[in-house]
């Protein structure tokens, strides 16, 4: 039916095919079974997994700040949901399920000045000073309420309705911004990031639209789409100013400004659909020119937008744009690049041991347990991600 955006059953057709399957099954079983060797468990963390691995150790960096609860980094939960859509197993549902309570809860602010922001990743869920919409996205959430009618989740979802007030009062990027000196945040003139920002604002509109038809939400969805295709560079712009009583973009900004992050916090998947289920040209044109000029050459770059792109990372994640540009134009040779990509990419899982597991003994360690050296969540969810959507777009180019 086209649900959810780009994703197909499990297919196990032919030996390229079937390998992939195979890493994906790996993947979910071994993070699977670290929760119960690891005992991630607890009235906090139940449900969470960790982000990094530490090799010498032998344990989850549980005590490196950024490096122990993944609150959400880079996407698990759609790697998890999407992963359940396709293959129907049970224990992928609960495991998603679990993590869909602890990271709408948890790693969620719901009462005071910081109200639908969710923390990034720290030895405490909260520990982290960067308090963003990519954390409480409803990306993450509107999987399980559409499934289940869960009323909970439904509560969490409305509470995330006015999230753009919250440009007013706490600047997501305020240690990272160029003009950090003279930027003030001002209600008519938000800076607003057109990654990770707007796709958990696109999110948050959509799910209220289609759960309320709310006209609010509608308009906000509609009129920043058509300002982002108004801009003389789309996505490319990186940030616009937003006027907040308005609920649309200053589409004047003329500047190129990509980040690696942009987007891998759910704005792939919800372009996706919104491309599909709100007809706009110029939106629909500026995805397009994302996906295809992410990683496309510097002389296409140039080309197309008079300079190479800088800042570009995650090349195996970022493969699924490729691959959406090329399924949306039937272009055999972007789907080529998308698997080219796909393979150049995500350097610690693109070899055969890195889904090998191997047991741990004391007096290494104080019980038995396994590990995969190499694996880590972000890579996990984005191969996850890029391997599930790749399928999907340009799975006959795939040998």
């Given amino acids: 039916m086209g649900v959810f955006g780009d994703w197909d059953p499990v297919d196990r057709s032919t030996p390229a095919r079937a390998r992939f399957e195979d890493r994906l099954d790996f993947l979910f079983d071994f993070y699977a079974g670290q929760v119960e060797q690891r005992r991630w468990y607890g009235f906090w963390n139940y449900g969470d997994v960790m982000h990094t691995y530490d090799v010498d150790r032998h344990v989850w960096r549980y005590d490196v700040g950024g490096n122990a609860w993944d609150n959400s980094e880079l996407s698990p939960d759609l790697w998890l949901w999407y992963s359940y859509l396709r293959s129907g197993r049970a224990d992928i549902f609960r495991f998603a399920e679990a993590t869909t ?8 602010y719901h009462l005071g000045p910081w109200k639908g922001l969710g923390s990034r990743h720290n030895v405490q869920h909260w520990g982290c000073s960067a308090k963003q919409l990519r954390i409480s996205t409803p990306a993450y959430r509107r999987f399980y309420y559409y499934l289940t009618a869960d009323e909970r989740t439904g509560d969490l979802l409305s509470e995330l309705v006015d999230s753009d007030q919250n440009f007013l009062g706490l600047d997501p990027v305020r240690k990272v911004r160029p003009d950090t000196d003279t930027y003030r945040p001002n209600r008519g003139a938000l800076g607003v990031g057109l990654g990770t920002d707007w796709g958990s604002l696109a999110a948050t509109w959509l799910t209220d639209w289609e759960r309320t038809g709310n006209p609010r939400s509608r308009d ?6 058509a300002d982002i295709g108004s801009l003389k560079y789309g996505f ?8 907040l ?7 004047g900004r003329e ?6 992050l942009s987007a891998v916090f759910g704005l792939v998947e919800i372009c ?3 491309v599909d289920l709100v007809p706009d040209p110029e939106f629909e044109r500026a995805w397009l020119q994302y996906c295809r000029l992410f990683l496309a050459t510097k002389e296409e770059q140039v080309e197309a937008v008079g300079q190479p792109l800088e800042g570009i990372h995650l090349t195996q994640a970022h493969s699924r744009l490729t691959a959406y540009a090329a399924a949306r ?3 055999r040779n ?3 690049r998308a698997w080219e990509s796909f393979a150049e990419g995500g350097e610690h899982l693109n070899h055969e041991s890195a889904f090998t597991l191997r047991k741990i003994e004391p007096p290494h360690v104080l019980l038995p347990v396994d590990e995969a050296p190499t694996v880590s969540t972000n890579d996990t969810a984005q191969f996850g991600l890029a391997v599930i959507q790749n399928l999907a777009l340009v799975g006959e180019h795939l040998e």
């Fill in 101 to 108: 309570r602890h990271t709408a809860e948890v790693d969620v």
């Fill in 329 to 331: 134009l039937q272009d």
């Fill in 220 to 225: 906000r969805l509609q009129g920043t789409m």
């Fill in 255 to 260: 500047q190129i400004q990509v980040s690696h």
């Fill in 334 to 336: 972007l789907a080529a």
């Fill in 245 to 251: 009583d308005k609920g649309r973009f200053d589409t």
């Fill in 272 to 274: 996706s659909e919104l």
């Fill in 236 to 243: 490319l712009t990186g940030e616009a100013l937003y006027d």
